[in-house]
């Protein structure tokens, strides 16, 4: 099952507001640059900031949360489960942006 990354959620925003760099798109949500080697890496990301992130990009912030979730999940099953939301979540943004 391949899923979004928090990464291309940075992008998102990126591009969304035309910002120049990832830094300063981390800057936008109020994160420092450690948090971008972090996310570029494969991390995941703090509640909070997958809320500011999802108001950024103004869409549902359990998307965000569960893909930021199965990223730090240690257990299989629970990853598993993280990423199927975050896929129902994505899919029925998606539909209703058409």
Same mark, same amino acid.
């Given at each position: @099952?391949? @899923?979004?990354?928090?990464?291309?959620?940075? =992008?998102?925003?990126?591009?969304?507001?035309?910002?120049?760099? *990832? *830094?300063?798109? @981390?800057? *936008?949500?109020?994160?420092?640059?450690?948090?971008?080697?972090?996310? +570029?890496?494969?991390?995941?990301?703090?509640?909070?900031?997958?809320?500011?992130?999802?108001?950024?990009?103004?869409?549902?912030?359990?998307?965000?949360?569960?893909?930021?979730?199965?990223?730090?999940? =240690?257990?299989?099953?629970?990853? @598993?489960?993280?990423?199927?939301?975050?896929?129902?979540?994505?899919?029925? +943004?998606?539909?209703?942006?058409?």
């Amino acid at each position: @099952m391949t @899923m979004q990354t928090i990464a291309d959620y940075i =992008e998102e925003l990126r591009k969304l507001y035309d910002l120049k760099s *990832y *830094y300063k798109a @981390m800057a *936008y949500i109020g994160m420092g640059p450690q948090g971008w080697t972090k996310i +570029r890496s494969g991390g995941g990301i703090s509640e909070k900031n997958a809320i500011r992130l999802a108001q950024a990009l103004k869409i549902d912030p359990i998307e965000i949360m569960a893909v930021s979730n199965a990223l730090k999940a =240690e257990n299989n099953e629970i990853k @598993m489960i993280w990423l199927k939301l975050a896929k129902e979540k994505e899919e029925k +943004r998606k539909r209703t942006e058409q």
